[in-house]
Structure formats: C-alpha cells, structure tokens
T-cell receptor, first 116, second 113 residues
Framework: GAGVSQSPSNKVTEKGKDVELRCDPISGHTALYWYRQSLGQGLEFLIYFQGNSAPDKSGLPSDRFSAERTGGSVSTLTIQRTQQEDSAVYLC??????????????FGPGTRLTVL | DQQVKQNSPSLSVQEGRISILNCDYTNSMFDYFLWYKKYPAEGPTFLISISSIKDKNEDGRFTVFLNKSAKHLSLHIVPSQPGDSAVYFCAATRMEYGNKLVFGAGTILRVKS
C-alpha cells in the first residue's frame, strides 16, 4: 500500500509570503504528526492529531504556524508571513491509534521549504 | 534545552566491523526509545526500539542497549555493511503523552568497503 505522501517536495518562497504544506497519511492511521528538521538539527515536534480529539499544538514555534486535519485524513500545515528561520524540511508522520502503547510512526519524504 | 543528544556528528567504520552509535537523554520520564535511519531525500524509517523496562533489544544485525541509570543508549550494528551508510537518529518518547518523539541531531554513519 501507499506510504505517507507530502507535497510539494520543494517550496521556495519570499519572506512574508504564506505557504501551505500538505500531508496524505497512510489510510486507516488515526494519528498524524508534523515535525521539522532545520539544518544540522534533529527533528523537532510541531503538532499532533489523534482522531477527533483536539490537536496537541505544543510544539508550534509561533502563532504564524497552524495546521488542520480534514475528515481525519489529509493535513495541511500553514505558515503565515514566512521568515528566513522557517527554512527547514517539514516532515509528516502517521501511525495507528497511539493510545498508551507505542505504534510505529511512518514518515513521509518531507517538504523542503526555503524562505528567501 | 536538548533532551536527547547525539554527541558524535559522524562515524566512519570499515565494512564488516562493528558500528556503535551513542545517545544520551536528560528526561527520566521517557519510557520508550527508538532509532531511526534516514537516507538523503527520504523520510526517516524506523529501525529498532526499546522499552524502558528492558536493557537490551536485538533484531538481526542491530542491537540497542539501554542504561537507565546513566540515561544512555547505544545502537550496535554488526557486521556493518556499506548499505548501512545513512544518518541515524535517536529518539525518545513518553507513551502516555501521544508518542510525540524527541529526536537527537543525528549521526552520519559511513561504512567503507
């Protein structure tokens, strides 16, 4: 079956513009995560969706960042008024219901965002 | 405040020898630890994991060791193969908090043939 897909694979934008990044999780996965990897850094948690519960937004770095998950499937991460420090690879992952046990997170290939 | 640290940015090993990648953590509440492998232009893929109630988990050529008192874990690859050349990320989580992973910065492993 298909894995996690993300689009676009690369995005170059000018400072101050808004961008939308899309994630299609594995079918049937109820948990969806967004991470980002800045140059030379590890992956940094941004936001987490689990079923119909309110998302855990504790990792979002500023109010310019927001994310939605429509119909429990596709998710969109939106960055408003982009800044150069937003340049990073944005990775999406999905898993079965997280619950109180660990379920493997499957990662997409990422979207490389460059803010000029 | 880096809760998960991989202090070696890179490691070079001869094919057939053992590769040892190290990871330290500071948060004693973590109860599950993982290693992910990443090739260029691809997302990370899960490699091996260990629960905090264990001190060793083995899967083929890969073994993860956990030393809770030292807050240290390591990944051993024996024997190392050229196809193992990749970036290896250590990650930790507390399962009851939704499995949000906290990652280290990664170690680039190069296996020379």
């Amino acid at each position: 079956g298909a894995g996690v897909s993300q689009s676009p694979s690369n995005k170059v934008t000018e400072k101050g513009k808004d961008v939308e990044l899309r994630c299609d999780p594995i079918s049937g996965h109820t948990a969806l995560y967004w991470y980002r990897q800045s140059l030379g850094q590890g992956l940094e948690f941004l936001i987490y969706f689990q079923g119909n519960s309110a998302p855990d937004k504790s990792g979002l770095p500023s109010d310019r960042f927001s994310a939605e998950r429509t119909g429990g499937s596709v998710s969109t991460l939106t960055i408003q008024r982009t800044q150069q420090e937003d340049s990073a690879v944005y990775l999406c992952a999905s898993s079965l219901d997280s619950g109180n046990t660990y379920n493997e997170q499957f990662f997409g290939p990422g979207t490389r965002l460059t803010v000029l | 405040d880096q809760q998960v640290k991989q202090n070696s940015p890179s490691l070079s090993v001869q094919e057939g020898r053992i590769s040892i990648l190290n990871c330290d953590y500071t948060n004693s509440m973590f109860d599950y630890f993982l290693w992910y492998k990443k090739y260029p232009a691809e997302g990370p893929t899960f490699l091996i994991s260990i629960s905090s109630i264990k001190d060793k988990n083995e899967d083929g050529r890969f073994t993860v060791f956990l030393n809770k008192s030292a807050k240290h874990l390591s990944l051993h690859i024996v024997p190392s193969q050229p196809g193992d050349s990749a970036v290896y990320f250590c990650a930790a989580t507390r399962m009851e908090y939704g499995n949000k992973l906290v990652f280290g910065a990664g170690t680039i492993l190069r296996v020379k043939s």
